[in-house]
């Protein structure tokens, strides 16, 4: 069964930008921007002292015009360091449409007893994430299920997509054909654009998370030496994916022109 729906991002999810200066890199430099200055608010927090009250004025400090909800929860999953998602409230209309509104982020850490945010570091890689959607607001909306909903059509994108962004799964050629068979060539095309958006922010978190890492919790031999031989498999991994992905949509794009 299929359910009409309006899929909106709230006006204070938004960042605003001059029309002259909407363009990619644009966003992609004031994302990165508002990250470097939130590390630089973050490392003159004594650690145990960066409370959730805390957390969310340096937040708003940086994007003052806009102000988002943000909620800070527990994460219970013990395989993640942390996670960010996008808070959506649903709404049926008089005409029987399902109003989906995006109104607010969630970001899940690991929390101690007084509710303090203890991995800095972490705490940046989620909050880059955040700044990307401020910044890339239509994003968060679900390509393929902009318009009508069928329910098992959409837990199957849903975990598709899931499947793809998450770090500890490989991702390459067959994989990408055995989870993308039976859609229809848009539907592809909505699956990969949002799978390469998801791990181009993967990306972009887990290089500041390094960089923050380096600049301040290590002194500068030390510093040297993670540089050198860091744990850096994981942004390793993803650049690869990013790779992959951009490279069958490309082909799917081609195929889809009839070039």
Not at 2 to 25: C, D, T
Not at 180 to 206: K, M, P, W
């Amino acid at each position: 069964m299929a359910i009409k729906v309006r899929q909106l991002v709230s006006p204070n999810l938004k960042l605003s930008f001059p029309q002259k200066k909407k363009s990619l890199k644009i966003r992609e430099k004031t994302a990165a921007e508002l990250s470097q200055g939130f590390q630089k608010l973050i490392m003159q927090v004594p650690d145990g002292e960066l409370t959730i009250d805390k957390y969310r004025e340096m937040i708003f400090s940086l994007i003052p015009s806009i102000k988002p909800p943000i909620e800070v929860i527990q994460l219970n999953d013990k395989n993640l360091g942390g996670a960010f998602q996008t808070m959506i409230s649903a709404e049926e209309e008089e005409n029987g449409c399902v109003k989906l509104l995006h109104n607010g982020y969630r970001v899940k850490l690991d929390l101690d007893g007084n509710k303090i945010l203890s991995d800095k570091h972490i705490v940046v890689h989620e909050t880059r994430h955040m700044f990307d959607t401020v910044c890339f607001p239509k994003r968060a909306i679900q390509r393929n299920l902009e318009h009508s909903i069928d329910l098992n059509f959409a837990n199957r994108i849903t975990n598709t997509v899931a499947f793809f962004k998450h770090p500890a799964n490989p991702l390459n050629r067959e994989i990408l054909d055995e989870k993308l068979v039976g859609f229809d060539i848009e539907t592809i095309v909505g699956i990969l654009q949002q799978v390469r958006h998801s791990i181009q922010s993967e990306v972009n978190a887990y290089k500041d998370e390094f960089l923050f890492i380096c600049n301040s919790e290590l002194n500068p031999f030390e510093r040297v030496i993670y540089k050198l031989f860091g744990t850096t498999a994981p942004l390793t991994a993803m650049r690869k994916k990013l790779k992959v992905v951009t490279t069958e949509l490309q082909k799917v794009l081609r195929s889809r022109h009839g070039s």
